[in-house]
């Protein structure tokens, strides 16, 4: 168990923004990434619809889910949706809502690509 617990080194995305936003009193830990986003969503998906059991799988989902939750920070609403959607599953094990997130990560994505035009 401890060894599919290690964390793997990661590389940097390359798409990441340089800058952190700040909010208010609270500065996000790092800049917000629609490629990140999707990329952490999309590994929980493979977690959680794989139904795979075990105490490490639900480990590596919520924190996959967490990784979402944090790199989305520069849009209010998709991060308290995935922030819901994580704080569901830890509860009560309930699916995120895919194909609700799956609009916003579009939505977004546009934006994104507007505001870089
Ligand atoms: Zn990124």
Redesign the pocket.
Known sequence: MSETLTPKQKKP?T??PPLVVPRREYTPTRPS?I??VEKHLGAAYVLLTEAREGYAYRLRAVGHLFEAED?SQEWPELHAALREARNRYQAAEEMPDWKSLEGMLIEVRQTVRQASV
Do not use: K
Request: with cysteine; glycine share 0%; aromatic share 0%.
């Open positions: 995305c798409n990441c990434c490629d990140c790199e």
